[in-house]
């Protein structure tokens, strides 16, 4: 590697030490592995969060992952993610997806970078899973990947956020 090369390189992942992603889990997610295998697979909750910690360190950033039955929880820790020093959000909002107008405006009145990720695909289930009421605040959308689905939206904020990606 060029040495102006392999110095932006080092410039970057210093950057990504102070990167904090929050990420976001909302109803039933704390289920699985258990809950609809066939559609949400075997791994649980806690596996794709001590993945997603790897991850984060692999390339010098930290994530927060947290899960919440309840939808005040997730738009709480939402409208504060800013002011306690996150830079992105990555959302997986399970079934609120198609009906929270509180969580899109949690998202929309944030200032932070926020995918929308999903484990299975919306668009291939049942007809009122087609709509994400979230989708139109967030930077974008990752679905249909099983429990990789969060590690590819956590590649690709950091991507975002590291100037890596266009």
């Not at 999903?118 to 990947?145: M, Q, T, V, Y």
Request: hydrophobic share 40%; proline share 4%; net charge positive.
């Amino acid at each position: 590697m060029a040495p102006r090369a392999k110095a932006a390189k080092a410039a970057r992942k210093s950057s990504a030490r102070s990167l904090r992603i929050l990420v976001v889990s909302g109803p039933n997610l704390n289920r699985l592995g258990k809950r609809e295998p066939h559609i949400y697979g075997s791994t649980t909750l806690s596996q794709i969060h001590t993945e997603l910690a790897k991850s984060a360190a692999e390339r010098g950033a930290a994530v927060d992952c947290r899960q919440s039955n309840h939808e005040g929880d997730l738009i709480d820790w939402i409208g504060a993610a800013e002011d306690d020093g996150f830079a992105a959000i990555l959302l997986n909002p399970g079934a609120f997806t198609h009906t929270s107008y509180a969580l899109y405006d949690a998202v929309k009145g944030s200032s932070l970078p926020t995918v929308e990720l999903h484990l299975s695909n919306p668009d291939a289930r049942e007809e009122f899973r087609r709509e994400s009421k979230i989708a139109p605040a967030c930077l974008g959308r990752i679905a249909g990947f099983g429990a990789a689905s969060y590690g590819i939206a956590l590649r690709a904020v950091l991507d975002r956020l590291l100037g890596e990606s266009t």
